[in-house]
């Protein structure tokens, strides 16, 4: 949130954090920045080994004459696919753990697995392996339906195995760092609550986390929950309106780089992925979303969250990427309703986990991978979805899916009378939207890219079809809400990450008339207008924002960034210092801080503010870049030729570390150093066409005409790297192009210039002034027509 | 004994949910009936004049059963000012008496609780599952037996809210000498039938 309007204007110009938007459940304008991790649970309850063993030993046959007891057959099954929850202090609201536990309720137990109800477990059979599926056997369920036919006998008491025992994994290793959520009273209404409890972390630096666990106190009453960050203030805010722990209604964070948090009851014991670690600031709030359900009586809650901190960075940076579709308009009474979507992925992923997620209406969700070699394979079919049972499922081995294969998903909803779930009686029209009475369309997928430098490739593709995907849901929301603040600053945010600002600003404009006090949307505002450059209107909304909450970060970076495009520098630096103050830890601030600084030659102070800040974050591109940058303006070219190093090795699409040295060293009118080091460049890396474009450019420059042309036609002879996101191409291939033309003007060379020009405008066919001149230059060139 | 009790499940399940005719004539048998109370006495429900008697069969860790309370306790209030009792019958032999005083008090139930370990009123009345209620008019005939309301659909499947109150609507009926419009519903919880010793 904090520095999301900031990000939303500078994509593009900042190297490495390729950010895109993840729509979640109760959650606005998720945004997630590029660096991920593991999904991560935890053993909530593990079993010992000798009891695992004895559990998994095989089970004898299913034909068979002699009766079936509990002690030979029953427990075993019993043990192994319900006690888990079954037992004291878990989920479950009675225990399985004894013959009398399970006799008592033997006939509902064959019930409940004949008709699929338990073990909740939602994926169907033979569509994905998943790891700790719970789901029964054909022959456990017709073991346990024999079993009460034959009377459900005991057998042997002796050869009863022993229950499982219970061991609390955080006791034989405690998490390096337990945060504990203040007690809540849930009362004994009916409805179920949705509550969101804020966690501030105590830790004096940034540290990467391994593995983060949710633990409930009271896991009866806890149907589900899951964990965001927040950069911001806004959920403590919130809490503090609210008399009560914690607050009603929407989350206000994202998840975790690349991680889902969850807990639900019962959940797979998800080990931790090795290599896999995501950073945790200081500063930042953990924000627990919860889902209870009342249990009869007055209920205290309370959670616990536990840390454990990885020893090392990551050497691998998951993505969550959301699927589906947003364009949800569901008809009254309809019911089978089918929401369809694809996405192609535009590299090789390995798909980690799945998490589907709709609301009540949802009746099916299919997701399938159609590869380009026209195989096809179920990723996960689910046939009864019960929004109460969903659950993050992780694959027992990662499933590879190779460039171009399209991912298909499949929701069927019911909007029927009917359909006891229907939380709308009667039926009535059902958009897309985040409450309970709307619906979604939601997968999930947790990923990492097959070759890791390709993962920015990933990230901006899927952040083109996710901000369409989403501009489409909140349009629909607002069809059938036009005032709903949730859809309209979603769409006005979707909007300015397009670039698509007067749009934005006009919804906004909108948005506010409803509530002329909200400070989010005059912030965003202010952003749209700054993106479309109006920064006097801009720095006035801010001012506004900085008026009402003193203490909104974003609104002061704004102000400054505002007062710094109308060339107000000293007052934009004062700005900027107190959005610092504000968030000592972020980035942005201090990069724009340091920006200012270098401008007016404060460079030791500059080099200070960065350096603290890639203590911080020492895993970010651009802050590495803004420290070459001043190592360069110091002259000190070894220095920042390590910095550029390390700047292409976190983003390892941005041009070789010698030729960043050499734009530097340009930039300080050392011309010959510079080419010196283009060459260098060229030696080391032969197949890069960016030494040739400058070697190119420069030879140009020079009037060297001839030369210039030879490396500008070995330019575009070379193969673009496969790790250069799109937009990345389309800026090397717009600049060769207009190199030529430019070079075409030198020469006089007119048929150089129209195929320039032609290639160029293939790039940009929206850019019309490109297509006049050009027709005016083959006019010119077909001579009079008259 | 046992045949008796026997014979009248085989009755009940005759009879099933279809809403057979209301048997208002079938009055309790004090002899068959085998209540208790907390201190282990025998219990008459008919102790107390009443316009009505409802009863709830009940078992402490039934979840649907629990979920209820809150909805029990809006009837107590409304109707036993109008001279309805109400009873928890705990169904499950094993339950202590200490065990039920915590339920009761944890849940807040206002009403007394009663044991029928050998499921005689469950086999009187046909009853199922927990959380089932049953009412009794002035003369002691059974005027409904059923669901609390409809708000679950299954195990695992409830409304946002219910539809029908059906319980209150048999009260109200009740209390007020008219008939019951759904005699008979069908409970959705935990299966009586699994407690028998």
Same mark, same amino acid.
């Given at each position: ?16 954090? @390729? ?23 935890? *053993? ?34 019993? #043990? ?47 569509? %994905? ?40 994994? @955080? ?22 609550? +949705?509550?969101? +409890? ?18 409930? +106190? ?56 090795? %290599? ?30 536990? *840390? ?38 535009? *590299? ?166 409803? @509530?002329?006090?909200?400070? #989010? ?20 909304? #801010? ?12 609104? @002061? +970076? ?14 934009? !630096? ?132 001839? !030369? ?79 | ?41 025998? &219990? ?12 709830? &069969? ?77 009412? &009794? ?17 299954? &195990? ?42």
């Amino acid at each position: 949130m904090l520095d999301r309007g900031f990000k939303g204007l500078n994509v593009g110009r900042k190297g490495t954090r @390729w950010i895109w938007f993840l729509e979640m459940h109760d959650q606005r304008h998720g945004i997630l920045r590029g660096v991920v991790v593991g999904l991560i649970s935890g *053993i909530l309850v593990t079993m010992t080994v000798a009891s695992i063993l004895y559990l998994y030993r095989p089970v004898k046959s299913q034909s068979r004459s002699d009766p079936v007891t509990f002690s030979s057959d029953i427990a075993p099954i019993i #043990f192994a696919k319900c006690s888990g929850c079954h037992c004291p202090n878990q989920s479950a609201p009675f225990s399985l753990l004894t013959y009398d536990d399970v006799r008592s309720r033997a006939r509902q137990i064959v019930e409940v697995t004949q008709s699929g109800f338990m073990p909740p477990w939602l994926p169907e059979e033979g569509h %994905g392996d998943f790891l700790a599926a719970r789901r029964l056997t054909e022959s456990e369920r017709q073991m346990l339906k024999q079993w009460v036919e034959q009377g459900t006998p005991c057998g042997d008491p002796v050869g009863i195995p022993p229950a499982p025992e219970l061991v609390d994994s @955080w006791e034989k290793m405690p998490p390096d760092l337990v945060i504990e959520t203040p007690g809540y009273k849930l009362s004994s209404q009916e409805r179920d609550v +949705f509550r969101n +409890f804020v966690l501030s972390v105590p830790i004096d630096g940034p540290r990467w986390v391994e593995s983060i666990e949710i633990r409930p +106190f009271n896991p009866r009453v806890t149907h589900h929950a899951r964990l965001g960050v927040d950069s911001s203030n806004e959920s403590t805010r919130r809490d503090a309106e609210d008399a009560d722990p914690g607050y009603e209604g929407m989350a206000w964070g994202q998840d975790p780089d690349g991680q889902l948090v969850i807990w639900a009851p019962g959940m797979a014991a998800n080990p931790v992925t090795p %290599g896999v670690a995501w950073r945790l600031h200081p500063q930042t709030t953990l924000v627990l979303h919860t889902h209870m359900q009342p249990t009869g009586k007055t209920e205290e809650v309370k959670f616990r969250v536990g *840390i454990r901190f990885a020893k090392a960075p990551p050497e691998q940076y998951p993505a969550v990427l959301r699927i589906g579709s947003c364009d949800i308009d569901i008809p009254a009474g309809t019911r089978r309703h089918v929401i369809e979507d694809q996405y192609t992925i535009p *590299i090789d992923i390995d798909l980690h986990s799945i998490f589907p997620h709709a609301h009540s209406l949802c009746r099916e969700i299919e997701v399938v991978a159609l590869r380009s070699d026209g195989s096809r394979e179920l990723l996960i079919s689910i046939k009864n979805f019960d929004e109460n049972w969903h659950d993050a499922y992780r694959y027992r081995k990662p499933i590879r899916l190779p460039q171009s294969t399209r991912l298909h998903s499949r929701f069927v909803y019911d909007n029927s009378n009917e359909n006891v779930r229907n939380r709308n009686r009667p039926a009535r029209r059902v958009v897309y939207g985040s409450n309970s009475n709307d619906e979604m369309a939601d997968v999930y997928l947790q990923v990492t890219a097959a070759h890791p430098d390709q993962r920015a490739v990933l990230m901006e593709d899927y952040k083109r079809y996710q901000l369409q995907s989403q501009v489409v849901g909140y349009r629909r929301s607002l069809e059938l809400y036009p005032d709903n603040p949730w859809s309209q600053e979603g769409l006005a945010t979707a909007y300015i990450f397009r670039g698509e600002t007067d749009k934005a600003i006009s919804i906004l404009e909108q948005r506010l008339k409803s @509530w002329p006090r909200a400070v #989010f949307p005059v912030v965003s505002l202010g952003m749209a207008l700054l993106a479309s450059g109006d920064a006097e209107r801009a720095e006035e909304q #801010f001012r506004q924002a900085t008026l009402t909450d003193g203490k909104y970060s974003l609104a @002061w +970076f704004g102000l400054a960034k505002a007062l710094a495009s109308q060339k107000k520098t000293e007052r934009a !630096e004062q700005m900027f210092r107190r959005a610092v103050e504000l968030t000592p830890r972020g980035t942005d601030a201090r990069l724009a801080l340091a920006d200012l600084l270098i401008q007016r030659g404060a460079l030791d102070e500059a080099k200070e503010i960065c350096s603290a800040a890639l203590d911080d974050s020492p895993d970010m591109a651009n802050v590495n870049l803004k420290l070459a940058e001043i190592s360069a303006k110091q002259k000190r070219y070894d220095e920042c030729l390590k910095y550029c190093q390390e700047a292409r090795r976190l983003a390892p699409y941005t041009h070789p570390a010698k030729v960043l040295l050499a734009v530097f060293c340009f930039a300080n009118g050392e011309n010959e150093y510079g080419k010196k080091l283009l060459r260098e460049a060229r030696e080391e890396s032969p197949d890069h066409p960016i030494p040739e474009l400058m070697l190119g450019q420069l030879a140009r420059q020079e009037q060297k005409s001839q !030369e210039a042309l030879e490396h500008f036609n070995l330019a575009a002879a070379l193969l673009i790297p496969n790790n250069w996101p799109q937009s990345h191409q389309q800026r090397f291939r717009v600049l060769l192009q207009t190199e030529r033309f430019q070079l075409a003007q030198q020469l006089q060379d007119i048929d150089l210039a129209l195929d320039s020009l032609d290639i160029w405008r293939r790039y940009e066919p929206a850019n019309l002034k490109l297509q006049e001149i050009y027709r005016n230059l083959k006019a010119e060139k077909a001579g009079p027509t008259k | 004994m046992m045949i008796f009790t026997r014979s009248f499940v085989v009755a009940a399940a005759l009879c099933g949910f279809v809403g057979c005719a209301q048997d208002d004539d079938k009055r309790l048998d004090p002899q068959v009936i085998q209540l208790l109370d907390l201190e282990g006495m025998k &219990f008459d429900l008919w102790q107390k004049p009443s316009t009505a008697t409802v009863v709830l &069969f009940a078992r402490s860790d039934c979840p649907i059963s629990n979920r209820y309370a809150p909805e029990i306790r809006r009837l107590y209030e409304a109707y036993h000012s109008r001279g309805v009792e109400f009873y928890l019958v705990y169904v499950d032999p094993r339950e202590e008496p200490d065990a039920i005083r915590k339920h009761l008090q944890e849940y807040g139930y206002p009403c007394p609780g009663l044991r029928d370990p050998k499921h005689t009123l469950v086999a009187h009345c046909g009853a199922k599952t927990t959380p089932e209620a049953v009412v &009794f008019g002035r003369n002691r005939g059974m005027t409904y037996r059923g669901r609390v309301n409809d708000l679950y659909v299954d &195990f695992g499947q409830a409304r946002t809210e219910p539809t029908t109150y059906d319980l209150a609507d048999a009260i109200e009926s009740t209390v007020s000498g008219r008939s019951v419009t759904n005699p008979r519903t069908k409970a959705i919880g935990c299966l009586i039938e699994d407690l028998k010793d």
